[in-house]
């Protein structure tokens, strides 16, 4: 694989892009979800126990603990931690030099501090995979020094790690969803339903849900081959195998982009797929050409060979899959038919047959690298730059064996056998360091639900327990005439455990008896979940006296007959009752707040008069009542125009020449050699004639003085011609001490 350079520091810049989302999109959240008055206190979290810092922060890693010494509680706490690596990050995206491994280490430690306190609202796969990915962004990160920056041989090492992690990511997606032999998985027939009982859908979704069946198996068929087949390869060393694969990876979270809101998360996947890229496709993009090497007769034969065993992979993976999906053309349906023509067995035949090999493969692939960079290091000019860039690249090709080695315990959970064959001391260590979430197993999309309707529960309050009012989220389905939103790369979390609670009964989700408590009681904070303006809040003026909430199961509409959309996205039907009527004082509702620990009076929180609680009280009350996508995006958006105008301003501020300089610094490198070597060999083949000629004109004794007069005067001209090629190019003032040092021999 070639250089790396220009595809890590866009990995970088979209990671910062990436924590900024998260940590804002909470931020926003924190007050109604883990305020002393929220739905799960976070304070709970942290009770006194009388142990010492440093045994909690050994059984809890978190910087909340440090909370009461600042003088903070633990909601002001939390948010000193969100509102800083929002503005962190955000800085980081507008700052190339801030791009360095200790702000990364500190974004990742505010994170998982975060997390250690989320409980069940932070407990996504996105979540555990944005601190992995965060903790590997320490290793690839560069270290900024005042003096200067030194490029690392050892980067494209670290960098391997991230490639690693999104071949684990997709292939255990693609395994886990046969695996758990769901029936609308291994039927192909899993996207007839996944667009409508998808947590929070966008309006493409709709008009997705109405795609006909047959092209909606061929897509889950498209889906396997991409999750599966193709992470295979990432690894490959013929270059054009692992541009297709990051095309056909990007295509793939872009359509759930387009179809479902989930967040941050296709984001962060597409951000891994930069590690497949170097940085000559990266240079393609920004249109800087590349110039092409003649190639030898033996490196034409070679690349006709990789192009025979290029299309030879891409012709085993279409044989295969339509071998295995019994894939044929119905031409009088105008459709292509699909069904799985493989067994249970035969596909666990197939994981243990490919487990063990894949491990194979990424130590071969990673040890290319760490030899590589080896002999890079070795070639450093200069004894101490020799030797400070062979400590750094055994310093950092330990640490990516240990964490390659470590990934291998969640990776092999997908089979069992080779799971049970892992080191015992790799699964000690992995033990020890799985409460940083270090490493992950992940498996999106296991099991689809809903298959018989979308299960949602339905709030209703009412004044007088007669007349009820539905009690309408922002984002997640309720009202039937109102469109699905966008809300991408903001994750409203309540909405997505309303989600989740549907599938069960509501003992299954004890922080709903707190959400329905906290609206009795008229909280503001809990309020602004469900709707960040007040006015579309029915009890926004007076809390409601009774509650209750009802399951329903939901479908999306129908186009109608003449081609016209309906004038509603949804129709659903009652189901039955999910919580029954309760009010404050309400024996059931205290008893299962009781039952749950979640009754207990807040403590009296007293104005502040330290500046640090007055501040984040007041940049609170200014944010908050923004909508947290627009807020997210204007964020984003003002730190993507300091880079452009960044850009354009060292554009127009450098000269021309710089300009060019920069844009085909490789080119002209490339051409200089080029120029050099020709002209030295037209030097020696003159050399060569001018030797002749001069044993010819030895005859002639009396012409001799006057040939060499003429040669002294053209070896003039020839020098002075010479200095003016010299001020164009480089290196050719070498050129020039060559041709004298060759006048001298004759």
């Known amino acids: 694989m070639g250089e790396t350079g220009l595809a890590r520091h866009m990995f970088l810049w979209c990671l910062s892009a990436i924590y900024m989302f998260a940590f804002a999109s909470l931020y926003v959240q924190i007050p109604g979800l883990y305020g002393n008055e929220g739905l799960l206190p976070a304070r709970w979290m942290l009770r006194v126990s009388g142990k010492s810092v440093w045994e909690q922060l050994r059984e809890m890693p978190s910087l909340l603990w440090f909370g009461p010494r600042l003088g903070l509680d633990t909601q002001q706490c939390m948010e000193l931690l969100s509102l800083t690596g929002a503005l962190l990050s955000l800085a980081a995206m507008a700052v190339p030099y801030l791009r360095d491994c200790r702000v990364y280490l500190v974004l990742w430690v505010l994170y998982m501090s975060l997390y250690q306190i989320g409980q069940v609202f932070l407990y996504f796969q996105w979540d555990n995979l944005l601190l992995e990915v965060g903790f590997l962004s320490i290793l ?61 859908p966008t309006p493409l979704a709709w008009f997705a849900h109405q795609l006909p069946v047959w092209f909606q198996k061929l897509s889950v068929v498209g889906t396997f081959v991409i999750e599966i087949a193709v992470p295979f390869l990432f690894f490959s060393p013929i270059r054009r195998h692992r541009l297709t694969a990051f095309y056909l990876q990007v295509l793939l979270q872009v359509l759930i982009i387009l179809s479902g809101n989930y967040n941050f998360f296709n984001i962060l ?182 298959v018989g309707g979308r299960p949602e529960v339905v709030i209703e309050g009412s004044m007088d327990g007669s007349t009820w009012t539905e009690i309408e989220f922002m984002y997640k389905p309720g009202n039937m005439s109102a469109a699905p939103p966008v809300n991408t790369p903001h994750q409203p979390r309540l909405d997505w455990q309303m989600w989740f609670a549907a599938l069960g009964p509501h003992t299954q989700s004890p922080w709903f008896s707190s959400l329905v408590h906290r609206l009795l009681q008229g909280k503001r904070d809990v309020i602004r979940l469900i709707q960040t303006d007040e006015s579309k809040y029915p009890f926004s003026q007076q809390p409601p006296a009774y509650i209750r909430a009802h399951l329903y199961k939901y479908w999306f509409t129908e186009p109608k007959e003449d081609g016209s959309f309906p004038q509603r996205w949804w129709r659903r039907i009652y189901v039955e009752e999910f919580y029954p009527v309760v009010h404050l004082g309400n024996a059931f509702l205290d008893h299962m707040l009781a039952q749950h620990g979640l009754k207990d009076k807040a403590p009296v929180r007293r104005p502040s008069k330290a500046w640090l609680p007055r501040w984040l009280k007041w940049v609170g009350d200014n944010v908050r009542d923004m909508p947290a996508p627009l807020l997210i995006w204007t964020l984003f958006s003002s730190a993507a125009t300091v880079c452009l105008i960044n850009s354009l301003r060292s554009l127009i501020c450098s000269p021309p020449h710089s300009h060019r300089h920069a844009a085909k610094h490789t080119s002209q490198q490339t051409e200089k050699k080029g120029k050099v070597e020709k002209e030295i060999k037209e030097e020696q083949k003159k050399k060569e004639d001018k030797d002749k000629e001069e044993e010819e004109e030895k005859e002639d004794e009396n012409g001799k003085e006057s040939d060499d007069e003429e040669e002294e005067n053209g070896d003039e001209s020839e020098e002075e011609s010479m200095r003016e090629e010299s001020k164009e190019n480089d290196e050719g003032e070498n050129i020039l001490e060559e041709k004298k040092h060759l006048k001298k021999r004759k």
């Open 140 to 200: 690839v990160a560069p270290m900024n020094m005042p003096w200067g920056w030194r490029r690392s041989f050892h980067d494209s090492v670290t960098f391997w790690l991230v490639r690693w992690l999104l071949f684990r990511l997709m292939f255990a997606s693609g395994v886990v969803k046969l695996t758990s032999r769901c029936p609308t998985w291994w039927g192909l027939t899993a996207l007839t339903y996944h667009y409508e009982t998808q947590c929070i």
């Open 269 to 450: 996947t597409i951000t891994l797929c930069l590690s497949i890229l170097d940085d000559q496709h990266v240079n393609f993009w920004l249109c800087r050409r590349t110039p092409r090497k003649e190639q030898t007769s033996l490196q034409t034969v070679m690349s006709w060979v990789c192009f025979l065993a290029e299309f030879a992979v891409y012709g085993l993976i279409f044989y295969w899959t339509v071998l295995y999906f019994d894939l044929k053309v119905e031409w009088d349906k105008k459709s292509v038919s699909s069904k799985t023509a493989f067994s249970h067995y035969d596909f666990n035949s197939f994981l243990k047959l490919v487990t063990v090999p894949s491990i194979w493969i990424g130590v071969l692939s990673l040890t290319w690298e760490i030899v590589t960079a080896m002999f890079r290091s070795a070639c450093v000019k200069g004894v101490f730059w020799r030797l400070w860039s062979t400590v750094q690249w055994a310093v950092f090709a330990a640490a990516t064996a240990s964490m390659f080695a470590i990934s291998l315990v969640p990776y092999t959970f997908i089979e069992y056998e080779a799971n049970s064959n892992i080191w015992p001391g790799v699964r000690k260590a992995y033990e020890l360091s799985d409460r940083y979430q270090l490493v992950n197993s992940y498996g999106l999309f296991r099991r689809m639900t809903g």
